[in-house]
Each structure stands twice: as C-alpha cells, then as structure tokens.
C-alpha cells in the first residue's frame, strides 16, 4: 500500500529506528537511514536491508545536532529518490542523573538530538509534501511524553516537546494531505534499555532478568516488553490509507504505563 513512496529515518542504523526502516522497506518504501556508527557495519546493514526487502536504500550520515547536516540529509532523500513522502524523527540518547548534577552539555545534547533535530527535519521535509500533496510525518516519543520519572529531566522534557511540536505540525498541515502522529513506546528491549538493566543488576546484585522483571514491575502492568517490530507495525498503519484522518494523536504502546 505504500509502494514508491520514500522516507528518511533518522536513528535507523540498529535498534527501534532500523525496525522502523525494515516495516518501511517491507511495505514497498525506499528508505534513506540515518545515524551514527561503525562505516562498514552500517554499509552491511544498508545492504543486507536492501537485499532483504527488495527496496532502494540510502544512507546519510548526518548528525542530528548540526542543522546543515540534518537539512542536507532531507534534501539528499529528494535527490536520491525524487521526493521525500514519509519522515520518521526517531534519533534520540538518554542521560539519568538529578538535576543538580546534570551535565549542561548531555541537557544540550538531549535537547539538540532528541528535539530540535525534529524541528529541522520538518521544516526541510514539509515544503517537498505540500508540493506532492502528501506526507506522513511520525516522531518516536515515548512514555515519558505523557509522564516523568526521577533523574531523566532531559529526556523527559525533550520527549514532552515533541508530543507538543506534533499537535503543532497537525494543526499546521491539516488539509494539505500531511498527517504527523507521536509513536509513545514504553520498555523496549533495546540496546539502550539494556544497558540500564544490566546497570541495575550490578547495583542491586541481581540477575539482569530479575532487574529487567523489577523494571517491568515497576512502570509496565503488561510486564513484557515492546518490541520494535511491533513500533515497525504500527509506523506503517500511521502511514496507511486507514490513517488518513489520524493526525496529531500519542499514541501509547507501552503495556499500560500511562493508563496508571
């Protein structure tokens, strides 16, 4: 149902973002990744992923706190592929530490990469969807869009603003064809994730799965974990003919994190 169209993903190269890209590509999407890493595993990933799906997919180095590089990156998916109809702002890091020992440069990193890079993205991106007539622009949020835990200020407050700047960007391209939705995941078992289990392990001397039940426990009354192919899932329903008319919603996947 979206054969031909064309996204950039950023943060694709492992993790949420790469399933992203895979449902993508598995839908018929070309796909431009994004992100940070090893030159020679991301060309594996860049290429096993095209072999995989069949699909023509790109790569673009930017980093998503330079804004030449991010507007570049949205400009080298038009030239690549002729448009750019799907942007996925999916690139983000995490800090946990209490306010007043807070390193300013990991806030202004987390805001930069988290946040701002979605302005940047959008801004470039939108002009090429109004000329089409089409676009669908999806931010990874997350439960801490919705709600905050201790320790996390920066990520919670970069996540609480792209809920916001979602609703915004709706409201904006409502009419023109464009819809733009928040993905709210609760744990994934990311790589990201589970270094924080593993951190909590050795605090608590426990089994990294003891940590990972207590982590569960604690936010998530599914007690499992989300899986990035079921984000990947529900990318490609936001970006399907059936979503046509949702547009400015968070939708939470997160096991009944914020149904609390």
Known sequence: MLNGKVALVTGSTSGIGLAMARALAQSGVNVMLNGLGDADEIEKTRADLAQETGQEIGYHG??????DEIVDAVEQTVKTFGSIDILVNNAGIQHVS??????TAKWDAIIAINLTSAFHTTKAALPHMRKSGWGRIVNTAS???LVASPFKSAYVAAKHGIVGFTKVTALETAGAGITCNAI?????????VERQIEATAKDKGCTVEQAAADMLAEKQPSMDFVTPEQLGGVLVFLCSPSADQITGISLSVDGGWTAR
């Open 98 to 103: 209490k306010i007043e020992d807070f390193p």
């Open 143 to 145: 439960a801490h869009g």
């Open 184 to 192: 709210n995941p609760g744990w994934v078992r990311t790589e990201l």
């Open 62 to 67: 930017a980093n998503m706190m330079k804004e």
